[in-house]
């Protein structure tokens, strides 16, 4: 698991997110899936980062962890992106079961799941887009 803080980041559409998560996932290990989060304030600057590793066929979203780091950080919002080392950026039924949850459990905290982003390569999907949020 990795955090970092960045305040001076915003992510204030899709491009910019697609374009700073396509970074963190390029410097990665392409056979394994990673997840990342970022947790932002009202006006969309990135108050909190962090990363947690998976294995080839997935990664592990840790709910409660993700919920304490927006309580601690005072985060309005998350957006979401892990890569698919399969090479088909179309979001799994876990990857939009799991979202559903999280976005569910952040509204009772005011917390809002802005998005949630799967990448492959240089293809990706926006559940946000796809309707799935």
């Known amino acids: 698991m990795f955090y970092q803080r960045a305040e ?4 204030d559409g899709l ?3 697609r374009r700073f998560f396509a970074g963190l996932l390029a410097e990665s290990d392409p ?3 990673h997840l990342w989060i970022a947790h932002v304030d009202d006006a969309a600057r990135c108050v ?3 990363r947690h590793d998976g294995a080839e066929t997935g990664a592990t979203v840790p709910l409660r962890q993700i919920l304490v780091d927006a309580a601690l950080h ?3 919002g998350l957006l979401l992106a892990h890569n698919h080392p399969s090479g088909d950026a179309t979001p799994s039924a876990e990857d939009c079961a799991v979202t559903r949850r999280l976005s569910l459990v952040g509204e009772a905290m005011d917390l809002t799941v802005v998005d949630h982003l799967v990448i492959a ?3 990706y999907r926006s559940m946000r887009a796809m309707g799935l949020l």
Do not use: K
């Open 74 to 76: 005072g985060s309005s």
């Open 15 to 17: 491009e910019a997110a």
């Open 8 to 11: 001076s980041l915003r992510l």
């Open 48 to 50: 909190h980062l962090s």
């Open 121 to 123: 390569g240089t293809d």
């Open 31 to 33: 056979m394994r899936e």
